[in-house]
T-cell receptor, first 112, second 118 residues
Framework: GENVEQHPSTLSVQEGDSAVIKCTYSDSASNYFPWYKQELGKRPQLIIDIRSNVGEKKDQRIAVTLNKTAKHFSLHITETQPEDSAVYFCAAFPGDDYKLSFGAGTTVTVRA | GAVVSQHPSRVICKSGTSVKIECRSLDFQATTMFWYRQFPKQSLMLMATSNEGSKATYEQGVEKDKFLINHASLTLSTLTVTSAHPEDSSFYIC??????????????FGPGTRLTVL
């Protein structure tokens, strides 16, 4: 099955700086990569996703890049704000399976 | 976007009792729903996949007789924790997959249910 690794496990950044989270996956057939943001005690919220036919996608301060050859994808948050503090999960969707495989999560803390 | 509701949001029960959690897709039909379990500071662990009109598919290590899943309609799936014990205390989250007609159908999560077994 798919195995997703996520780094770092914790990330502390100064407000206004950028945050980068990296994930690798094992199944070359994976073709969909969503990112979720989860605040304490709340549901995971889809913040951005990318499909295997593109290399980069951007939505305001959030961007995701995908390198299919290397089998890794990254989340970039620019101009971080305190409300960006949360746990972020990456996930991969193998083409022949119906289940998302999640990374272990990254706790992001934005210091004011 | 698609909305998934979950009820109850929080439940406290005595050891040995059963607890039912409902998951509903409010503005779309979901032939497939997923049940996750999340311990503090950990990732989401998939417990089972709920398919409308058929038996659920359980992940390895998840007891079918303890975690009963029923997907009676295209908008409702229920998880029943039978004979709950303190070690079943956790955050249970469901998700529903919105069919987009392509690979990697998007999943939307419910708000979760905090179960505490005394």
């Amino acid at each position: 099955g798919e195995n997703v690794e996520q780094h770092p496990s914790t990330l502390s950044v100064q407000e206004g700086d950028s945050a980068v989270i990296k994930c690798t996956y094992s199944d070359s057939a994976s073709n969909y990569f969503p990112w979720y943001k989860q605040e304490l005690g709340k549901r995971p919220q889809l913040i951005i996703d990318i499909r295997s036919n593109v290399g980069e996608k951007k939505d305001q301060r959030i961007a995701v890049t995908l390198n299919k050859t290397a089998k890794h994808f990254s989340l970039h948050i620019t101009e971080t704000q305190p409300e960006d503090s949360a746990v972020y999960f990456c996930a991969a969707f193998p083409g022949d399976d119906y289940k998302l495989s999640f990374g272990a999560g990254t706790t992001v803390t934005v210091r004011a | 976007g698609a909305v998934v509701s979950q009820h109850p949001s929080r439940v406290i029960c005595k050891s040995g009792t059963s607890v039912k959690i409902e998951c509903r897709s409010l503005d779309f039909q979901a032939t497939t729903m997923f049940w996750y379990r999340q311990f503090p500071k950990q990732s989401l662990m998939l417990m089972a996949t709920s398919n409308e009109g058929s038996k659920a598919t359980y992940e390895q290590g998840v007891e079918k007789d303890k975690f009963l899943i029923n997907h009676a309609s295209l908008t409702l799936s229920t998880l029943t924790v039978t004979s709950a014990h303190p070690e079943d205390s956790s955050f249970y989250i469901c998700s529903a997959r919105e069919l987009a007609g392509g690979p990697g159908d998007t999943q939307y999560f419910g708000p979760g249910t905090r179960l505490t077994v005394l």
